[in-house]
C-alpha cells in the first residue's frame, strides 16, 4: 500500500506533468506519442534494454525479438525529419538492471527537440520548463523546494572547466589515458586498470566532479569531450568538443542533451563503433535502425534533450529515493 509520501508525490506528479504541458504548448511545441515496443533500441553500452518476443498468432508478421524503448529518440528524429517542427513527450522508458536508491528499470522521461536551434536555446527551453514546473507541481507541500528550479539563469560550466575546478586536473593538457591515469593517480583517485581516457575520465569525474555540482542552483555541464560526443556534433571551431549537455542539480544527473548530428555517415560510423564496445563488454549488440539513420540525414539543425522526471520530483519534494516518488517502486518485485 503507498505510504503518505507516495501519495503526495502523486499529487506532485499531477501537477509537474501539467506545468510541463502548459509550458511547451505555450512554446508551440506539438506533444506526441510514439511506441514503447521497437524492434531496435539504442545502443548506448551501459544501458541494457528489455527484451519482448513477438510471437504471431494471426498469420501477420514474424517470429522476432522486439524491445521496450530505452529512451524515444529515434522515433522522435524521424519525426523532426518528416517536417514535425518543435515536438515533445512524456513517456515511460525502460532499462534493465537499475535499481538503486535513484534508479528504477522503468521511469517517466521528458524528452523534447527544437529544429534549427542548438544547445543554448534548449538549455533555455529546459529553465523555463523547470521553473514554471517548481512553482506549480510544489504548491503548499511540506518540505518543497519551489525555489530551487526557479533560480535562473542556470550556472554553465563546461566539462574542462568542472574538472579543474574540483580537482585541478586540466584534461586538455591530460588529454590521453595514460597521461590523464597519471594525474587522476598523482590526487589518490583510483582509475582501475584501463587506461582509455573515457574509462579514467569517468572514475575521476564520479569520485571527485559529479557530487559537488548543482547545489546553489542547477547546472549545465557543457562540451563534452569529442570521444563522448554520443548523438551530437562536434563543436564548429573546435572538433576537440561535442555540443553536449547534461543537467545537475545537488550533484544527481537529471537530464543529457545534444545539438544532435545530422551527418548520417558519421552515426553510422558511432553506432558501429559501440556495437564493438557492447561485444566487448559481453552485452547483447542490437543492430542498427536503417529508419533512424535515414532519419539524420535529412534533419534540420536541431538540438534535444531528454529530461528524468522522477529525479526532478524527488528534488521539487525533497525526498531521498526515488520509491518515494512512485506509487509501485521496483524494490516490490526484483
Known amino acids: 500500500m503507498p505510504n503518505l509520501s507516495q501519495w503526495r508525490a502523486a499529487r506532485g506528479r499531477q501537477a509537474l506533468y501539467s506545468a510541463l504541458r502548459r509550458f511547451f504548448t505555450a512554446e508551440g511545441y506539438l506533444e506526441v ?4 515496443l521497437i524492434p531496435t533500441p539504442g545502443m548506448e553500452p551501459h544501458i541494457t534494454a528489455f527484451e519482448a518476443g513477438f510471437i504471431p498468432e494471426t498469420g501477420v508478421g514474424t517470429a522476432r525479438p522486439l524491445y521496450l524503448h530505452t529512451s524515444p529518440e529515434y522515433a522522435m528524429k524521424r519525426l523532426l525529419a518528416d517536417g514535425a517542427g518543435p515536438l515533445f513527450q512524456l513517456c515511460k522508458v525502460f532499462r534493465n538492471g537499475e535499481v538503486s536508491q535513484t534508479h528504477n ?3 517517466t522521461m521528458l524528452e523534447f ?4 536551434a542548438d544547445y543554448h536555446a534548449i538549455m533555455a527551453d529546459v529553465e523555463g520548463a523547470l521553473a514554471e514546473a517548481g512553482r506549480s507541481a510544489t504548491e503548499g507541500e511540506p518540505g518543497a523546494d519551489p525555489a530551487f528550479f526557479t533560480r535562473t539563469p542556470y550556472e554553465r560550466i563546461t566539462v574542462r572547466d568542472a574538472v579543474l575546478r574540483a580537482t585541478g586536473v586540466d584534461i586538455r593538457v591530460h588529454s590521453d589515458g595514460p597521461s590523464l591515469k597519471r594525474a587522476a593517480d598523482a590526487i589518490g583517485v583510483w582509475t582501475g586498470e584501463s587506461v582509455s581516457f573515457d574509462d579514467v575520465f569517468f572514475h575521476l569525474f564520479l569520485e571527485r566532479v559529479e557530487r559537488g555540482l548543482g ?3 542547477p547546472t549545465f ?3 563534452y569531450p569529442a570521444s563522448m560526443a554520443a548523438l551530437s556534433r562536434l563543436k ?3 572538433s576537440a568538443v561535442a555540443e553536449r549537455v547534461e543537467l545537475y542539480a545537488k550533484g544527481l544527473e537529471l537530464a543529457n542533451g545534444f545539438s544532435e548530428l545530422t551527418d548520417a555517415a558519421e552515426q553510422r560510423a558511432r553506432l558501429l563503433e559501440e556495437q564493438d564496445l557492447r561485444r566487448k563488454l559481453g552485452r547483447s549488440v542490437y543492430p542498427l535502425d536503417e529508419r533512424f539513420l535515414d532519419a539524420v540525414g535529412r534533419m534540420p539543425p536541431s538540438a534535444g534533450i531528454a529530461v528524468g522526471l522522477d529525479r526532478i520530483l524527488m528534488l521539487l519534494l525533497g525526498v531521498q529515493r526515488i520509491a518515494d516518488v512512485l506509487l509501485f517502486p521496483a524494490h516490490e518485485f526484483v
Open 33 to 36: 506519442e510514439t511506441p514503447l
Open 105 to 107: 528499470p522503468e521511469f
Open 113 to 116: 527537440y527544437r529544429p534549427n
Open 215 to 217: 547545489h546553489e542552483r
Open 221 to 223: 555541464l557543457i562540451e
Open 236 to 238: 564548429p571551431g573546435d
